[in-house]
T-cell receptor, first 112, second 115 residues
């Protein structure tokens, strides 16, 4: 079945360092979404990318959607302790359903 | 405005008991989703509704799991004869638009522990 894979599974950085997480789908996606889940919290929507090659920025966060619409990345510049959490990518299931298939996430910890 | 709410937040059940988990979506949201999240994993889709219609239940692990949304608003996920492998956080999410993937607003989840 359709799979969404994320690497790395864990990332530990010093505050101020950059961070990148990568997402790969086994199938072409019509769009991709990113969510952040703080420790003990619930997933919170960050962004949706739709177009091939699209790049969107939110302050220190940069999101990219690959040209083939099968991969995506999230880059955080100069991490802060508030960036701690698990970042998930999610893509729509094949077949036109609204169902989202989530990756296993990248857990980011930041050392102050 | 109010977000998605879920109750109870925590539930401990003895193996074999039935449980019912409630989700109150954001008012006016068309689509409602249930996910199961095991520790250290991403949310796994269980089922979803567009208004009162259950359009996809392909993720329900067994016929012990049942979900309903009779009036197109509040939804209940019922698990019969709970097993230890059912222990997880059950997340509910709602989406304003139906018929396409759109941002989902998650509730705080219900942590189910089966002993």
């Amino acid at each position: 079945g359709q799979q969404v894979m994320q690497i790395p599974q864990y990332q530990h950085v010093q505050e101020g360092e950059d961070f990148t997480t990568y997402c790969n789908s086994s199938t072409t996606l019509s769009n991709i979404q990113w969510y952040k889940q703080r420790p003990g919290g619930h997933p919170v929507f960050l962004i949706q990318l739709v177009k091939s090659g699209e790049v969107k920025k939110q302050k220190r966060l940069t999101f990219q959607f690959g040209e083939a619409k099968k991969n995506s990345s999230l880059h955080i510049t100069a991490t802060q302790t508030t960036d701690v959490g698990t970042y998930f990518c999610a893509g729509p299931s094949q077949g036109g359903s609204e169902k989202l298939v989530f990756g296993k996430g990248t857990k980011l910890t930041v050392n102050p | 405005g109010a977000g998605v709410s879920q109750s109870p937040r925590y539930k401990v059940a003895k193996r074999g008991q039935d449980v019912a988990l409630r989700c109150d979506p954001i008012s006016g949201h068309v689509s409602l989703f249930w996910y199961q999240q095991a520790l250290g994993q991403g949310p796994e889709f269980l089922t979803y509704f567009q208004n009162e219609a259950q359009l996809d239940k392909s993720g329900l692990p067994s016929d012990r799991f049942f979900a309903e949304r009779p009036e197109g608003s509040v939804s209940t996920l019922k698990i019969q004869r709970t097993q230890q492998e059912d222990s997880a956080v059950y997340l509910c999410a709602s989406s304003r638009i139906g018929g396409t993937t759109y941002e989902q607003y998650f509730g705080p989840g219900t942590r189910l522990t089966v002993t």
